[in-house]
């Protein structure tokens, strides 16, 4: 009787190891740096949002996160090096609206997105601006509607390079108005809004950090932003989706980490994020970018980038966009 109650308690034992060192493992993490790797330039929306968030991480986490800026092909290096990654939540990806456009976009590429990157959390969300050179004569959108449709395919539209968010976004706008629109695709924002200052492009869907000085200087009119609600640094700037409904373009960053990581690693990351994106102080930050924050679980932002990736396929089948 003695060997078998010996025998129980051993077997009870046995059965909550791996609990145990499950636990174990969990409470360990991180027990060495952290890597974020950003797969768009230095100093971009993606590399500042990695450092912000990296920050809150490293002084809650008790270890140094550090941001790697690996870009190139539209993003995909930095991703396949967070795919190619062991999943063991020491190397994470800054995961962005490129991500999901380039699924459909990029015939060749050596993974895939929504099955080799596990979904930590979303952060925010950005809205571009629709803005006009001022020799354009359109005010409203239904005003800049009208004159495409009666100038068609005369009207240049500057994007930051085939298939990123602006092109998609110009794309989207072209689908769902019928207007025929010239893409100028440019090597990076700058110089596109570089020509769009001068007047050799006369629209742009740009990210509202760049473009907000030159439309308060009145160099540049905007027209909408491609959100869903209006944002606070442009109050006076209606939603697209008022004049075109159901349009809706944004740019949005998240965190993600190699397939494989353990549940418990990505809890734990998740928990983090979201109470970065409650803090007053970061919240500011992201609002000055033009950001609103996007908190929730894992399977939330599991959902989102589903349904975002779904979204720009039928755009970029619809454009016919290819790779720079």
Partial sequence: MLQRRGFLRLAAGAATLPMLLGAARAQAYPARPVRIIVGQAAGSSSDIHARLIGQWLSEHLGQQVLVEVRPGAGGNIGTEAVVRAAPDGYTLLLVNAQNAINTSLYDDLTYNFIRDIAPIASIDRSPLVMEVNPSVPAKTVPEFIAYAKANPGTINMASAGN????HVAGELFMMMTGVNMVHVPYRGSTPGLADLLGGQVQVMFDVVASSLPHIRAGKLRAL????????????DSPTLNEFVPGYEASAWVGLGAPKGTSAEIIATLNREVNAALADPTVKARLADMGGTVLSGSPADFAQFIAEETEKWRKVVKFSGAKPN
């Fill in 163 to 166: 298939g990123g968010p602006q």
């Fill in 224 to 235: 909408a932003v491609t959100t869903t609600s209006r944002i606070d640094v442009l109050p």
